[in-house]
């Protein structure tokens, strides 16, 4: 199966979903987050942050702004921008991503390690996209 092929699958997960529980049900959101997955890997920017935006906005109104499923899918949207290479809404979306984790399970529980390695990955992204690496001739 292809990443078009699993696109489409997920929609009719989407579909399914949605008739079952009503489009505005956080029940839907984990077709979304695998149709911004399968949309990111496609390089489909847009509709992978479209997909991201509306599971934010069902989760946020469900759980709140503060809940570990809202982190979550800030995680995903975050590496949306990274795969784009805008690096400042990466940063910005993961700080607030770790703000979160903070909140939630405290600063030195060991699930802050995700978000914080996923800040590093960006801040050597962009470093590098800033000035590239040398490459010493053989």
């Known amino acids: 199966m292809d990443h078009k092929q699993a696109g489409e699958a997920f929609h009719q997960q989407l579909l399914l ?10 029940m839907i959101t984990a077709a ?9 890997a496609q390089k489909d920017y847009a509709g992978s942050e479209a997909y991201y935006s509306r599971a934010l906005d069902l989760n946020q ?15 995903g949207l975050a590496h949306t921008y990274l795969m784009q290479q805008d690096f400042p809404k990466s940063e910005s ?12 399970y405290g600063p030195d529980d060991f699930r802050m390690a995700v978000p914080l390695t996923s800040l590093c990955y960006v801040y050597d992204q962009w470093a ?9 001739p053989a």
């Open 61 to 75: 109104k469900t759980y709140g702004a503060d809940s570990t499923e809202y982190a979550n899918l800030l995680r």
């Open 17 to 26: 979903t949605e008739k079952l529980y009503g489009p505005q049900s956080p």
């Open 93 to 104: 979306t993961l700080l607030r991503v770790i703000d979160l984790y903070e909140n939630i």
């Open 128 to 136: 590098n996209r800033k000035s590239p690496r040398l490459v010493t």
């Open 32 to 40: 979304l987050r695998n149709l911004a997955m399968a949309a990111l």
